[in-house]
T-cell receptor, first 112, second 116 residues
Framework: DAKTTQPNSMESNEEEPVHLPCNHSTISGTDYIHWYRQLPSQGPEYVIHGLTSNVNNRMASLAIAEDRKSSTLILHRATLRDAAVYYCILRDPLQGAQKLVFGQGTRLTINP | KAGVTQTPRYLIKTRGQQVTLSCSPISGHRSVSWYQQTPGQGLQFLFEYFSETQRNKGNFPGRFSGRQFSNSRSEMNVSTLELGDSALYLC???????????????FGSGTQLSVL
């Protein structure tokens, strides 16, 4: 499974944008980039995914580098509820529908 | 719409015992998978079921097993419990998107198992 590299932790202030980076230099052409987050005492929660183009949804935006070797999850206006561990995951849809390979993720702290 | 329901929420067992954990997926979801989460190893994939058939398995010993019923509900069983089996066990369900790819996984809150 292709691997991702994320910073162990990041800190930001409430109502400010947050940019969470992810490196995936060994990404293959069929790998999608998925982001999940895990709030305290809960299971992971889907955030967003993309292949090549930047993606937006109500939760966040995903910016994918042109060479696809890195991506950035953008929270446009962080709230205290966004404090969580964020996981960047590469997923080949042809290699097992539900098998996600989680790394250690980035623990995001939001200051009031 | 109800989310993924896992029972029990907490469980305490002793070494050598066996345990069964239950998962009810979101209505309409036919795929169910199980994950183990520990502070040391993080989240690790255990196995995946679709239409009562196991279609993918992680790297865990045979003491870990599972099954899925015709109503898509799933159970996982751990026999001969060891101290290292203490973990949060998470269940996830999904249904294929329009192309049958890239399903979003919906996770339950997990069962916290403590082995003494």
């Amino acid at each position: 499974d292709a691997k991702t590299t994320q910073p162990n932790s990041m800190e930001s202030n409430e109502e400010e944008p947050v940019h969470l980076p992810c490196n995936h230099s060994t990404i293959s052409g069929t790998d999608y980039i998925h982001w999940y987050r895990q709030l305290p005492s809960q299971g992971p929660e889907y955030v967003i995914h993309g292949l090549t183009s930047n993606v937006n949804n109500r939760m966040a935006s995903l910016a994918i580098a042109e060479d696809r070797k890195s991506s950035t999850l953008i929270l446009h206006r962080a709230t205290l509820r966004d404090a969580a561990v964020y996981y960047c995951i590469l997923r080949d849809p042809l290699q097992g529908a539900q098998k996600l390979v989680f790394g250690q993720g980035t623990r995001l702290t939001i200051n009031p | 719409k109800a989310g993924v329901t896992q029972t029990p929420r907490y469980l305490i067992k002793t070494r050598g015992q066996q345990v069964t954990l239950s998962c009810s997926p979101i209505s309409g979801h036919r795929s169910v998978s199980w994950y183990q989460q520990t502070p040391g190893q993080g989240l690790q994939f255990l196995f995946e079921y679709f239409s009562e058939t196991q279609r993918n398995k992680g790297n865990f010993p045979g003491r870990f097993s599972g099954r899925q019923f015709s109503n898509s509900r799933s159970e996982m069983n751990v026999s001969t419990l060891e101290l290292g089996d203490s973990a949060l066990y998470l269940c996830a369900s999904s249904r294929p998107d329009d192309r049958g790819l890239n399903e979003k996984l919906f996770f339950g809150s997990g069962t916290q198992l403590s082995v003494l």
